[in-house]
């Protein structure tokens, strides 16, 4: 999954995003993206409902790839939404924790 603006005629991505790995997981997954340049990226966990459970990153990423540990040991199993949230993208992704 990537999120893509055009400039000038040409279209640049900015984002993009890997498949979390192990998915389903338990009690932990790897999150992995790439930037193209430097942003200031906050990574968050909702459950299905919506409610935000915790701030997994907020901070600004260098241009690159990027792999931040999720230990869900705290939660419950089910299924979740890891938001990234970019000036130049929005992107969820669905993770499941099973035990």
């Known amino acids: 999954t990537n999120t893509s603006l055009h400039q000038e005629g040409t279209l640049v991505k900015s984002f993009t995003l890997d498949p979390a790995y192990p998915n389903p997981f338990n009690p932990s997954t790897t999150l992995s ?14 459950d ?8 997994l990153a907020s901070q ?16 419950a199993t089910g299924v979740y939404y890891i938001q990234y949230r970019g000036l130049t993208f929005l992107n ?8």
């Open 60 to 75: 600004n990423f260098s241009a690159g790839e990027h792999r931040l540990f999720f230990d869900a040991s705290e939660l």
């Open 92 to 99: 969820t992704q669905i993770v499941t924790l099973i035990r």
């Open 33 to 46: 993206f790439t930037l193209k340049e430097s942003e200031f990226v906050e990574i968050t966990v909702a």
């Open 48 to 55: 299905i409902t919506g409610r935000q459970l915790g701030l």
